[in-house]
Nanobody, 128 residues
Framework: QVQLVESGGGLVQAGGSLRLSCTAS????????MAWFRQAPGKEREFVAA????????PYANSVKGRFTISRDNAENTAYLQMNSLQPEDTAVYYC?????????????????????WGQGTQVTVSS
């Protein structure tokens, strides 16, 4: 059973930056697709970004393109989400997810059911 632990959330002013980390224990991290989703109060969980373990694809939600960057360090069993130019609408609980499937279609990586394991989430609050 893979366990995912997120860190790096917090309170930041609009225009600021945060870097989220997601560290995996157990399993072979280098063979997992990693993704970030978020859920704002009263809204459904939505896809933010993903990074494939083998195809090199890194799809992003349109709302974060050009501001957020997903990356991974297989030696550290950790995925990151660098978030720049944060806006109040980015306020949400951010969840890390890991999955073992593969696809040539970027759409596959945006779906929650493509991921087998989920972290507990970390709160990101952006003040205006």
């Amino acid at each position: 059973q893979v366990q995912l632990v997120e860190s790096g959330g917090g309170l930041v002013q609009a225009g600021g930056s945060l870097r989220l980390s997601c560290t995996a224990s157990r399993g072979i991290f280098s063979t997992y697709n990693m993704a970030w989703f978020r859920q704002a109060p009263g809204k459904e969980r939505e896809f933010v970004a993903a990074i494939s373990w083998n195809t090199g694809t890194t799809p992003y939600a349109n709302s974060v393109k050009g501001r957020f960057t997903i990356s991974r360090d297989n030696a550290e069993n950790t995925a990151y989400l660098q978030m720049n130019s944060l806006q109040p609408e980015d306020t949400a609980v951010y969840y890390c997810a890991a999955g073992t499937g593969t696809s040539l279609r970027d759409y596959y990586y945006t779906l929650p059911h493509s991921y087998n394991y989920w972290g507990q989430g970390t709160q990101v609050t952006v003040s205006s």
